[in-house]
């Protein structure tokens, strides 16, 4: 398993950090996802045989947010 921290603009409430937060968890191999308000980030666990850091930003731009690693 391997940590990534993205920066995320847009959020302005828990309700915009559990949607960012099922954005990253809906990415088969990303096993934990936390979001930060306060920092505007977002920090996964994932495995990297299954998963890729741009295929998570990738659905948190989907969803509706400024995502950058």
Do not use: N
């Amino acid at each position: 398993m391997e940590s990534k921290s993205f920066s995320v603009e847009g959020m302005m409430c828990g309700g915009c950090a559990v949607t960012v937060e099922k954005a990253a968890l809906s990415i088969s191999g990303v096993s934990t996802a936390f979001v930060s308000l306060e920092s505007h980030s977002l920090t996964i666990e994932y495995d990297p045989a299954i998963a890729s850091p741009a295929s998570v930003a990738d659905a948190v731009r989907a969803a509706g947010f400024e995502c950058s690693l």
